[in-house]
C-alpha cells in the first residue's frame, strides 16, 4: 500500500513556507525524502528512522511520528531552487527487503 | 564518471523491436534497482539485485528482463512491450544492503513504445 502525500501540488511566494506530508498505512521503520526536478533523478533529501526523531538541513526538515506512522516534510523560506516534485518513501517493520514504497509526489513551485 | 549513469538517455522502440537498457554505478555499493516512472504515478519498483542476485522480483511482466553481471552493472532487456510500456525508467544503487540508506538514482531512459 503506497503512502499518501498531501498537498498533491503547492505554489509558493519565494521566501514563504510549505508543509509537505507523507502518511501510511502500515507500521513503518523509516521514511525517506527525495525531491526530483523536472527531466532530472530524484535526488536524495533526507532519512527518519522509527523513535520521532526530526532531522534538519538548512531550511529543510521533516519529524517522523512513528506512532500516527506519518513523515512530514518542512520547507522554511523557501527558495527558487526548492521547485520540484517531493516523493516520500517508506519501509516498513520486519522487511527482509531493503524495498522502498513511494508516495505519488507533491508538486511544489516557488514563483519569484 | 562518477554516480550512477544509464544509457540510452532516450529510446523508441516498435513492439517487436528487442533493446537493451544500461545502468552503471561508480559508488562501490552492493545493492542496484530498477524503477518504473509513468505520468502522473508513483515511482514503482520492477527488480532489486543486490551482490548480483535478484532479491525482489515486483510482479513485472516477463517482458522485462533483468541482469546484473557485477556489481557495478546492470541491464534491463526488453522485448515485445506494449505502448503502456512508455516510461521513464530509473536505475539506483545503495549500499549495506539490507538497509535503509540512501538511494542514488541515475538520470533515468525515456522509453517510448510505438
Known amino acids: 500500500q503506497q503512502p499518501v502525500q498531501s498537498p498533491q501540488a503547492v505554489i509558493l511566494r519565494e521566501g514563504e513556507d510549505a508543509v509537505i506530508n507523507c502518511s501510511s498505512s502500515?507500521?513503518?521503520?523509516?521514511v525517506h525524502w527525495y525531491r526530483q526536478k523536472h527531466g532530472e533523478a530524484p535526488v536524495f533529501l533526507m532519512i527518519?528512522?522509527?523513535?520521532?526523531e526530526q532531522k534538519g538541513h538548512e531550511k529543510i526538515s521533516a519529524s517522523f511520528n512513528e506512532k500516527k506512522q506519518q513523515s512530514s516534510l518542512y520547507l522554511t523560506a523557501s527558495q527558487l531552487s526548492y521547485s520540484g516534485t517531493y516523493f516520500c518513501?517508506?519501509?516498513?517493520?520486519?522487511?527482509?527487503?531493503?524495498?522502498?514504497?513511494f508516495g505519488t509526489g507533491t508538486l511544489l513551485a516557488v514563483q519569484p | 564518471e562518477t554516480g550512477v549513469t544509464q544509457t540510452p538517455r532516450h529510446l523508441v522502440m516498435g513492439m517487436t523491436n528487442k533493446k537493451s537498457l544500461k545502468c552503471e554505478q561508480h559508488?562501490?555499493?552492493?545493492?542496484m534497482y530498477w524503477y518504473k516512472q509513468s505520468a502522473k504515478k508513483p515511482l514503482e519498483l520492477m527488480f532489486v539485485?543486490?551482490?548480483?542476485?535478484?532479491?525482489e522480483n515486483n510482479s513485472v511482466p516477463s517482458r522485462f528482463s533483468p541482469e546484473c553481471p557485477n556489481s557495478s552493472h546492470l541491464f534491463l532487456h526488453l522485448h515485445t512491450l506494449q505502448p503502456e510500456d512508455s516510461a521513464l525508467y530509473l536505475c539506483?544503487?545503495?549500499?549495506?544492503?539490507?538497509?535503509?540508506?540512501?538511494?542514488?538514482f541515475g538520470p533515468g531512459t525515456r522509453l517510448t513504445v510505438l
Open positions: 539506483a544503487s545503495t549500499s549495506g544492503y539490507p538497509s535503509y540508506n540512501e538511494q542514488f
Open positions: 502500515k507500521a513503518l521503520y523509516s
Open positions: 527518519l528512522l522509527k523513535g520521532g
Open positions: 518513501g517508506t519501509a516498513d517493520y520486519g522487511g527482509a527487503t531493503n524495498k522502498l514504497i
Open positions: 559508488l562501490g555499493h552492493n545493492a
Open positions: 539485485y543486490s551482490l548480483e542476485e535478484r532479491v
